[in-house]
Structure formats: C-alpha cells, structure tokens
C-alpha cells in the first residue's frame, strides 16, 4: 500500500510537469507577422532666430533690378521726392511710388522724404530748398499721407541739409541746401519740430547730415529740440581716407558729445575714387570693403548707434559703393547678407 501512493505520487507529478511543458506547444492562432518598415527618426528642429533690422541698404527711389539681393530682415531705404509726387499743390501721384513700394512691402522701410515742389520753395531754382513757412502744413500731410499709405518702421525728414546752396541747381536732387550755419541748423529743426509734434505714428530721424564734425548746423538743428527719435548722418570712407576704418566712429563721439538721442547712419560706404573702370577698384579694394563693413558690425554696439545703411544695394556705379556691381556679388554683400540670415553651419 505504501508503494502504491509513492507511485500514485510519482505519477501525479509527472503529468503537472508535462501540462507545464505543453504550454509551450499549445496549438493556437498564427502570431502576427510584422513586416520590415522603414524606421522613421525624429530630430527637434533647430529654429535659428533672425537678427533685429539694425542693418539696412539704400535702394535710392528704384526697386527693380535690385530686390533680389536683398537679406531677410534688412532695413530698406527709399528715397521719396515730395516734388515728384506733389508738383501740383494739393494733388498726389503715386503712380511710380506704389509701383516700386509694392516691391519691398515686406520689408523695414526707412523712407526718406526731401526736395521741395516749386510752389513751395524758399530758393525757386533749388528742388533741395527749404520750403517757405507757409507751405510747413502741405509738407506735414504730405508725411502723414506716406505714414498712412506705406506703413514704414521710419521717417527721415531731409537728405544733407546741412550744404549751403552754392553748387549748380541741377544737382539739387542729391543735397539738402538749407545752408550750413548755426541759424541755419535752427530753422531747419523748427522745421522737423512742426512735424514731430503733429506725428506720432512712426519713428523719425532727421538730417541724414553731411558735415557733423565741420560746421556749426547740428549744434542749431538741436538747439530748436526738433523732438526726433534719432539723429541721422552719413559717414563714407575708402582708398581716398587713409584709416578711414573708424571715421563713422569719430564722428558719432562727437555727435554724441552734443546729443544723447540714438544716432542712425543712413549712409555709409567703402569707395574707391574713379566710378569707371579702374585696377584699384578690383580685388584687393573690394576685399578691403567687405573688411570695412565687418568692422562697423563689430564695433557700432560701443557707440550710441541703432542703426547702419549702405550705400548702395545694387547697381547703381557711384565710385564702386554698391555691395552688387553690374550683378555680381560683390564680398561685402557676403557679410550684409550673413549678418542678417546668419548660417549655423561652416
């Protein structure tokens, strides 16, 4: 009877032993089969932020031919002759504006509102003169009227006041000519006062001034508190300057001594003497522009500076300024362009 349980046990264990076992070859449902995919990886998207519009570019008061060079988030100046549009008192065409705006709509606008319409004028053969006091309302809607149409980030009330009307009239479109004294500097900032405290509606800088350092016009214009946002002027250099590097920054020190309003330089460029062809305008001088501008980006955040505008973007041939001659790329466009789309990789 003993043996009979000792194999009853052995029995019983043996069959718990085998139903474990047999779990393993149950018969049941085919697995699933899982085809070969092609695995799919994920990487976090790198977003490089674009610089702020501190670096911009004159396109003077023509847009094609030249809205292809330009960088992303570039300050765009546009050059808009008050005579041209308002020849006759109180009618505007916009015809060739809006036609040349639409190009660069997308983009930080710095227009530049100068030269007076005959009607206006205080010199009758100068469109660079001054206007005549009465005539101070007809240019204030005037501005009001570009501010409303055209949307853009800045205003600059004149281009070189600061000249005196000696020169033939026929190159009163690039100049300012209010003159170039102290009394001059005063009515020309009681001039830009009228306009700032009538808009308020976008930032204005005045002067684009020619000569900060040789006369006494600056100390004038800031002596009538015109009220802008920025004092503009301009600052060239090039094989003609020796050490011209730092002239831009000489001339906002002494800006700077007279003014704490942030300064704007709405032109500035890197020239070489002749605007023809010429064996000094080639390699060596282009490489020393794009060096020039380089510098100024490296260094305009030690000065009371908010803001830098070559001269020019594209094919416009004065003593070889522009960053594209005749279409091509020129080095200096190199280092305008990567400063505002700037490339993560070597």
Same mark, same amino acid.
């Given at each position: 009877?003993?043996?009979?349980?000792?194999?009853?046990?052995?029995?019983?264990?043996?069959?718990?032993?085998?139903?474990?076992?047999?779990?393993?070859?149950?018969?049941?449902?085919?697995?699933?089969?899982?085809?070969?995919?092609?695995?799919?990886?994920?990487?976090?998207?790198?977003?490089?932020?674009?610089?702020?519009?501190?670096?911009?570019?004159?396109?003077?008061?023509?847009?094609?031919?030249?809205?292809?060079?330009?960088?992303?988030?570039?300050?765009?100046?546009?050059?808009?002759?008050?005579?041209?549009?308002?020849?006759?008192?109180?009618?505007?065409?916009?015809?060739?504006?809006?036609?040349?705006?639409?190009?660069?709509?997308?983009?930080?606008?710095?227009?530049?509102?100068?030269?007076?319409?005959?009607?206006?004028?205080?010199?009758?053969?100068?469109?660079?003169?001054?206007?005549?006091?009465?005539?101070?309302?007809?240019?204030?809607?005037?501005?009001?009227?570009?501010?409303?149409?055209?949307?853009?980030?800045?205003?600059?009330?004149?281009?070189?006041?600061?000249?005196?009307?000696?020169?033939?009239?026929?190159?009163?479109?690039?100049?300012?000519? @209010?003159?170039?004294?102290?009394?001059?500097?005063?009515?020309?900032? !009681?001039? +830009?006062? #009228? &306009?700032?405290? *009538?808009?308020?509606?976008?930032?204005?800088?005045?002067?684009?001034?020619?000569?900060?350092?040789?006369?006494?016009?600056?100390?004038?214009?800031?002596?009538?508190?015109?009220?802008?946002?920025?004092?503009?002027?301009?600052?060239?250099?090039?094989?003609?300057?020796?050490?011209?590097?730092?002239?831009?920054?000489?001339?906002?020190?002494?800006?700077?001594?007279?003014?704490?309003?942030?300064?704007?330089?709405?032109?500035?460029?890197?020239?070489?003497?002749?605007?023809?062809?010429?064996?000094?305008?080639?390699?060596?001088?282009?490489?020393?522009?794009?060096?020039?501008?380089?510098?100024?980006?490296?260094?305009?955040?030690?000065?009371?500076?908010?803001?830098?505008?070559?001269?020019?973007?594209?094919?416009?041939? @004065?003593?070889?300024?522009?960053?594209?001659?005749?279409?091509?790329? !020129?080095? +200096?466009? #190199? &280092?305008?362009? *990567?400063?505002?789309?700037?490339?993560?990789?070597?």
């Amino acid at each position: 009877m003993k043996y009979m349980r000792i194999v009853l046990l052995i029995l019983v264990m043996a069959l718990i032993l085998a139903g474990c076992r047999g779990r393993d070859t149950i018969i049941g449902p085919a697995p699933i089969s899982i085809p070969d995919v092609e695995k799919i990886y994920y990487f976090p998207i790198l977003l490089f932020p674009q610089r702020d519009s501190h670096l911009g570019v004159d396109i003077w008061n023509r847009s094609v031919n030249k809205v292809q060079y330009l960088a992303n988030n570039s300050i765009v100046k546009y050059v808009l002759m008050w005579n041209d549009v308002e020849a006759v008192q109180g009618i505007y065409d916009w015809t060739y504006v809006d036609t040349q705006m639409a190009l660069v709509k997308d983009y930080p606008l710095l227009i530049n509102i100068k030269n007076t319409p005959e009607w206006a004028r205080r010199l009758p053969l100068y469109s660079c003169s001054s206007p005549r006091e009465e005539y101070w309302d007809n240019f204030l809607w005037f501005v009001d009227s570009v501010v409303q149409r055209y949307s853009p980030r800045y205003i600059e009330i004149w281009n070189e006041p600061d000249v005196s009307p000696t020169f033939d009239p026929d190159w009163s479109i690039y100049f300012g000519c @209010w003159g170039n004294l102290y009394s001059d500097g005063q009515y020309f900032g !009681k001039f +830009v006062k #009228y &306009i700032t405290d *009538n808009i308020a509606s976008v930032e204005i800088m005045a002067g684009g001034f020619s000569n900060v350092r040789w006369n006494d016009f600056l100390g004038g214009f800031l002596s009538s508190n015109p009220g802008v946002d920025y004092v503009s002027f301009h600052q060239y250099a090039g094989l003609e300057f020796p050490g011209s590097f730092d002239y831009i920054f000489t001339s906002s020190e002494y800006v700077s001594t007279l003014t704490d309003i942030p300064q704007f330089i709405t032109e500035t460029s890197y020239t070489c003497p002749t605007s023809g062809p010429n064996p000094l305008c080639e390699d060596e001088f282009e490489q020393a522009q794009a060096d020039y501008l380089q510098y100024i980006l490296d260094n305009y955040g030690d000065y009371n500076i908010s803001g830098i505008v070559w001269f020019m973007l594209a094919n416009n041939g @004065w003593v070889h300024s522009d960053l594209v001659e005749s279409n091509v790329k !020129k080095p +200096v466009w #190199y &280092i305008y362009k *990567n400063e505002l789309e700037p490339n993560p990789y070597p």
